[in-house]
Each structure stands twice: as structure tokens, then as C-alpha cells.
């Protein structure tokens, strides 16, 4: 072997490290003893504690169906998003309570806590959920008031006379 080769070596192999002992994180099944799955999701203000089990499609959220309390179709929209992205829409029942936030926030913190069970439940659906970005807690919240200002950015509007 030249001097070059052994100089482009990877750092596996200058380090001796086999490449399957990384340190890579192993993600596995989370389940309870009903065969559901939990997780909790964030958006804004609001915080959705969501179990997922199998099923035939049913979400109930805060006691209500889903088409009750999300009235708005694209908030339902919004919600079914990671069993159309898996191909797993009318395989899960999903039972969740949210508070917290307005509507819109609580459908997103729904859809971040669904995302996070269903790779707790086949950890197999993280890499398609993680890339559409359904994994990433959304962090942006509401700028607060400043002192001496209509609201967080906005002045008072300015009088010449």
C-alpha cells in the first residue's frame, strides 16, 4: 500500500472503529400494556398529550370528535397529515387532550404529538416523518410587549403639533 492510500483513509479506519458500533442512537417500540403509544406535542402555547393505538381512524380530541372540535377543515387537514404522509390514514385511533394556545396552535401541537407516537409505535416511519418535518417542534412564539410601545414592535403614532 502506497503512502497515499494509507493517508486517505476513512477516520473509521484510522480510529480501528468498526462502522456498525457507532454511536448512532437505536430508536425503538414504545408501547404500554394497551398497545398505545405516547407522545407530546407543542406549538405556540398550546401541549397535546396524544395516544395512539391500532384502530379504524377515530381521533378524539379533549373528549370531542375531531370534526367537532376542529371545525375548520384544514385544521382536520392539518391533523391528518402523518397518517396520509406514512399511507397509515384509518389505521390509528388517536385519543388526545390539548390545552392551552388557540386553535390553530393546538392543531399543530396535535399533528407534532402524532408524528412523535407513530415513530414511538414503528420507529420504522421516523425518516419519512423527520424529512416532511413533522418531527421539529415549531419554535416560533408570540413577540412580547415592550414598555413605551402600542404593541411588541408598533410605536405610538407620532404627532408633529
Not at 406535542?41 to 381521533?59: E, S
Not at 396520509?84 to 387532550?97: A, E, G, I, P, S
Request: glycine letters at 10%; a positive charge; one cysteine or more.
Amino acid at each position: 500500500m502506497s503512502e497515499t492510500q494509507e493517508r486517505t483513509g476513512t477516520l473509521q479506519d484510522l480510529a480501528g472503529i468498526a462502522p456498525a458500533t457507532q454511536d448512532a442512537p437505536v430508536h425503538e417500540v414504545k408501547r404500554d400494556a394497551q398497545g398505545r403509544s405516547y407522545a407530546t406535542g407543542r406549538r405556540k402555547d398550546a401541549t397535546a398529550r396524544v395516544w395512539v393505538k391500532p384502530g379504524k381512524g377515530d381521533i378524539i380530541v379533549n373528549g370531542r370528535p375531531v370534526t367537532t372540535y376542529f371545525a375548520r377543515p384544514v385544521l382536520r387537514m392539518l391533523i391528518t397529515q402523518p397518517f396520509l404522509l406514512t399511507d397509515r390514514y384509518n389505521q390509528f385511533d388517536v385519543y388526545c387532550t390539548v390545552k392551552g394556545g388557540g386553535l390553530s396552535g393546538q392543531a399543530g401541537a396535535v399533528r407534532h404529538g402524532i408524528s412523535r407516537a407513530l415513530t414511538h409505535y414503528d420507529p420504522a416511519l421516523r425518516g419519512i416523518l423527520k424529512v416532511a418535518g413533522f418531527l421539529t417542534r415549531d419554535s416560533r412564539v408570540v413577540e412580547r410587549k415592550k414598555y413605551g410601545r402600542a404593541k411588541a414592535r408598533r410605536s405610538f403614532q407620532f404627532s408633529k403639533r
